[in-house]
């Protein structure tokens, strides 16, 4: 069974983004059952050491290896820091990159849905397209969606849970494309 792995990119647990994660990953469980292992995985939870070769063998950095490592792809929501990503997500994707398997880094040319919803204003939207670009630059297959709430304020309501319109537009754009894609690539390597 394919694993599909949900993280923010935001340090902050109380965070829309942060939270969108959770919920997205709750209905890729309700939707997916019997067809894809879903996981999260907390970025913070990990005391990953500065960029240094010689600190490969770290605890902690390679627990989070392990975990990406059994990814076939992945669900980051974007986080709101303005115009950039949290230095924790940089560090882990850094990592990630430098960890190779079969000539190649352990998560490129797996494909990743960004997802991003703005509760007021521009929210985590201006730190978008930074985030995209590194996954980019990582070598995975960035699938973008921006959520538009509405007059809503919030893709969820306030029990955490998705918006039926939030749903939606994640069944028909990322979160459903990922899932697409993943089932393609089994397709292709099976």
């Not at 240094?52 to 490592?69: H, P, R, T």
């Not at 792809?73 to 960890?99: C, H, K, P």
């Not at 521009?122 to 397209?129: A, I, L």
């Not at 995209?132 to 990582?138: E, I």
Request: glycine share 10%; hydrophobic share 45%.
């Amino acid at each position: 069974m394919r694993t599909l792995l949900f993280l923010a990119g935001s340090t902050l647990r109380s965070s829309v983004n942060n939270r969108l994660s959770t919920a997205a990953a709750e209905l890729a469980r309700e939707r997916f059952l019997g067809r894809l292992a879903v996981e999260s995985v907390d970025l913070m939870e990990y005391d990953l050491p500065p960029i240094d070769l010689g600190v490969v063998n770290d605890q902690s950095l390679q627990a989070m290896i392990e975990v990406f490592a059994r990814a076939d792809g992945f669900f980051v929501s974007a986080d709101e820091y303005t115009g950039a990503f949290s230095t924790q997500i940089r560090l882990a994707v850094n990592w990630l990159m430098l960890t190779e398997t079969e000539q190649r880094a352990l998560i490129a040319g797996k494909p990743a849905a960004l997802v991003g919803a703005a509760p007021m204003g521009v929210g985590g939207m201006r730190g978008f397209p930074a985030l995209r670009h590194l996954l980019a630059a990582a070598g995975m297959e960035v699938l973008p969606q921006q959520l538009r709430p509405g007059t809503q304020g919030s893709p969820l309501d306030r029990s955490g849970r998705l918006l039926a319109t939030s749903e939606e537009q994640l069944m028909s754009g990322a979160l459903g494309e990922l899932v697409d894609r993943i089932a393609e690539l089994e397709k292709c390597s099976g």
